[in-house]
């Protein structure tokens, strides 16, 4: 069974402007996407406010919406930080709230904070994003004892390339009965097979050139060789294959679709359709290649 699309929204203000953001955001919903991914620091808040705009506008119906705060945090921080994205948003309350990465220095009056956002009715549900399975742990088994609203979403990076939602994950996720969102079904563009020769000028690993150590390492490039070869060999695009296998991993709820035009979108909702039991194993088989 496939996981529900959500559209993630860091392109916007960074990597398309306002005009063409609109334009996925129309499309998205009238593909029936009803969950929109954005962060504080995606266009510098840019991103926040065109979505706000947008809802203002359209009003649609049913709409999930997630946001999320960078370090440092804090109790003054998580409540500015809150205030700020609902300002830019333009809502009354954001029905998920992450922590955009782990900070060491987040303690529990950090958490203390977030369950008071909870509380105020200010935010629906908690997330985290970035972390690994034993902070995690740690952060939940915190929660339980103070008494606190717990994380109940886990965002992570999932694909053919690479992955957060390894096995030990799974099982702290399954634990703390987590939602699990993942992101980057085409490795930000790297499963796509366009930067085999290096990268791409104005591609997202050219703009933030600090995503290139997550994925330019060996095992990465060996999944990549084995997708491209199953693409040849079959027929199908190595994007459809890797949206494919993204798409239908086991626990993940909802898999966020980026990119620079609608068409993104209706690549990853096309790819939804089944690829039979053959494909799928030997898609199974690369996730697990190492170098």
């Given amino acids: 069974m496939s996981a529900a699309c959500g559209l993630g929204c860091v392109t916007f203000g960074r990597e398309i402007d306002a005009l063409t953001a609109r334009a996925m955001l129309d499309h998205a919903c009238s593909r029936g996407l009803r969950h929109l991914d954005t962060s504080v620091v995606y266009g510098g808040g840019t991103s926040e406010a065109i979505i706000g705009q947008w809802l203002a506008e359209r009003r649609p119906t049913g709409m999930v919406v997630a946001t999320k705060m960078v370090p440092p945090y804090g109790t003054s921080a998580i409540a500015a ?3 700020a994205s609902l300002r830019r948003l333009a809502l009354p309350k954001v029905d998920i709230f992450y922590l955009h990465r782990d900070d060491p220095g987040a303690d529990d009056d950090t958490l203390r904070a977030l369950d008071a956002e909870v509380r105020a009715g200010r ?20 929660q ?51 930067h085999r020769a ?20 060996p095992d990465s490039h060996v ?4 997708l491209m070869s199953l693409a040849a060999e079959t027929g199908h695009e190595p994007a459809r294959l890797a949206l494919a ?22 690549q990853a909702l096309a790819s939804r359709a089944p690829l039979g039991p053959v494909i799928t194993a030997r898609l199974e088989s690369i996730a697990k290649l190492t170098a």
């Avoid at 717990?150 to 987590?178: K, W, Y």
């Fill in 198 to 217: 290096g990268v791409a000028a104005g591609s997202r690993f050219d703009l933030v050139p600090g995503h290139q150590s997550i994925y330019f390492k």
């Fill in 223 to 226: 999944r990549l060789e084995a």
């Fill in 245 to 266: 296998w993204a798409l239908t991993q086991p626990g993940v709820a909802t898999v966020l679709i980026g990119g620079r035009s609608p068409a993104a979108i209706d």
């Fill in 81 to 83: 930080g809150v205030a």
């Fill in 144 to 194: 339980t004892a103070l008494g606190l609203t717990p994380f109940r979403v886990l965002q992570c990076n999932h694909n053919l390339a690479v992955t957060e939602l390894d096995d030990a994950m799974r099982t702290v996720v399954a634990a703390g009965a987590l939602e699990v969102v993942t992101f980057s079904p085409l490795g930000a563009g790297f499963l796509t097979g366009k």
């Fill in 123 to 142: 935010v629906e549900r908690l997330g985290i994003s970035n972390v690994r399975p034993a902070r995690l742990a740690h952060l939940l088994a915190r």
